[in-house]
């Protein structure tokens, strides 16, 4: 019997991860690619080298349910055809829970934005995402890497070496980043320059996103920054405490949407909306284009696959959006058969206890 | 002879064909701004201070791309005049200014501002505004020009709600947006009788029920406050309450035209002791703008059982900026989840639509996890 799969997409700035989840949720692939500016291409290959994986070592498979997430879930997901497009809060959150059941904060800090969201028996009761600054986030570091001439992987291991971390203003990355070619320029190693910005870079977190919130133990720190040593060193410092990394830090979106898809598609009996890895072999072609129905001028973006198009999205009115009836569901919910919880199954048993 | 004067008044979401009838019934040409796009807020972002706040700058943008596709002709200018520790109340001068500025004299400001005290300083400065705005005309036609504009808000505030309440509920994705726009011009171009009004409103209310939907679910129910302006003009806000009403929740606005009017003009002291009562041990003094409103409503939503507030509030708005933060204690204290979006012309609409998305799955799950908890208690209990 062909083995069941469902597979998680999560599109972000930066990276872009693809994941297969057994029925019992295990990770059976996760990968991690550079999403380098065409979010399509990125999901294509992904998915023909996961499908090569996983074709050599399960034989025959099956994919059930497909969810996307990340900020271009819209786009993936009318791509490859999801059941679940869903924002990456939710799907981090519902990863870290099942993960870690008993996690209180949640510390995720990805390439361009940074989230915390604030867990309580084992529901989402409060996030905050950074809004104006990027300071903090995984690009930055990127390139204070690059500029100081080493590689991001092994960032975390300077910022371990120092002895005295300098310190650094981390309010903004411009600023960071002249106060560091100060401080270097002063005679500071790279090693104390490193370790003082993780931990400017923590402290502008908790600054901008924690501010005020009660911070509870159990920590969990996600997304592709947790990689970074120094800056989970640096964490555990500004909390005194420790924090957890779980296992498959970097995909938890991924992994988190998977999961949710594969439940949606068992709590509703529908079948999946997934269109096969034939996708991989199609052509698709996005394009923008201004409407001029009325004076709202949207910007309304088109995605065209073999020179059919699929979906339009970003017109106010529906003038577009509703010329096409995809089974996909972009942006509208159908409000009433929506309406059920993403606590994990295992914690709704809790409660009911 | 005086150039014949055409009328542009600010654009607020939906109540903009009432108070083009007004202008109308007394018989003036009228010209509705566009609602805000890239084009206008390109104009208004480049034109005004930087620190300004956000509604300033959306308006002017208006005002400016009506003023330069009509060169030919004469304009008076509406807005709304506050009172109080508030930039609102400096923004006709600076209109005046810029618009000056920029090599425009085709045009004057008028404002409408309340009765404020001391009364008989008020009152003649009141009635003296009001000339200046409508000019000289017979009680009767400014009488009937109050009362058709107060129907047709009341009418399209009526349809709103309505169609906030089917979205969630509807069968067919789209058909209550469909029968409400059809409401929406049959009200706009509604011959200006209150009777008329009336037939109109009724018809479309019964039509607007007969889009199939589900009736008696119960939806997670969330309150939106927040600045006025924001709040009441869907082209600025993003269409926060459609998209919410989309993802299937209750969504209810704080502040309408209406009781807007309502609490500010007509009956201030009511409410401001209202608002005094309510807001005890959080804010009890005017912070000008809508920030004690905000708090002020947030707690009622919180007693009318709502499950989430989401606070609407233009970047760089003091007041709401203020009331933000005495919003995270009020959110604790009540325990009820408050998001605060602030808006301005650089909010995406991708990151904003993944915060709302996130408290509406955040507020679904508090409300399972209390009807679980509510469920457990019950069977222990026998």
Known sequence: MAKKMALGIDIGSVTTKVVFVDEDDEVLEGLYLRTKGNPIITIKQGMVEAYETLRKKYGEFEVIAVGTTGSGRQLAGVVVGADMIKNEISAHAYAAIREVPDVSTIFEIGGQDSKIIFIRNGAVVDFAMNTVCAAGTGSFLDHQAERIGISIEDFGDYALRSENPVRIAGRCT??????????????????????????????????????????????????????????????????????????????????????????????????????????????????????????????????????????????????????????????RNEGYSSVNSVIPANHAKDDAR | MPRKVTYVFPRMGYSYAAFESFFQILGYDVITPEPSNSQTLKRGVSNSPEGMCFPFKILLGQFLKVLEENPDKYFKIVSLESYGPCRFGYYSPLYAKILKDRGFDNFEIVNVEGIYPPWYRGIPRFFKKLIKLIGWHTPWTGVKAFLIAGWKVYAIEQLERKLYYLIPREKIVGSAEKAFNRAFERIHHAPNKVKAIKEVLNEELKRMDSVKHVENVELPKVGLVGEAYMLMDYSNNLEIEKKLAYMGVDVDRSLWVTNWTLDRIIKTKEHLNHMLEVNKGYLDFFIGGDGQESIMNTILYKQKGFDGVIQVLPFGCLPETVAKQILSNVSEDYDIPVLSLSFDEQTGEAGFITRIEAFVDMIKDRKAAKVGKKKSTTVASQ
Request: aromatic content about 8%.
């Open chain 1, 174 to 331: 411009v600023f960071a980043e002249s106060d560091m070619i100060h401080k270097q320029q002063m005679g500071a190693t790279s090693e104390d320059i490193i370790a003082g910005l993780s931990e400017s870079l923590v402290r502008n977190y908790l600054n901008n996103l924690a501010r005020g919130k009660e911070l509870l133990p159990t920590f969990v720190f996600q997304g592709g920054v947790s990689e970074n040593i120094g800056i989970v060193r640096a964490f555990e410092r500004a909390v005194g405490h420790e924090v957890i990394v779980p296992k498959n830090n970097k995909i938890m979106g991924a992994w988190g949407v998977a999961m949710l898809a594969k439940r949606e598609i068992e709590l509703t009996g529908r079948s999946t909306n997934f269109k096969g890895f034939k996708i991989t072999e199609l052509r698709h072609d996005t394009r923008v284009f201004y409407c001029d129905g009325c004076a709202n001028n949207c910007e309304v973006y088109e995605v065209i696959e073999n020179g059919e198009t699929i979906a339009y999205w970003g017109d106010r009115c529906g003038r577009w959006s509703n010329r096409l009836t995809s089974k996909v569901n972009t942006h």
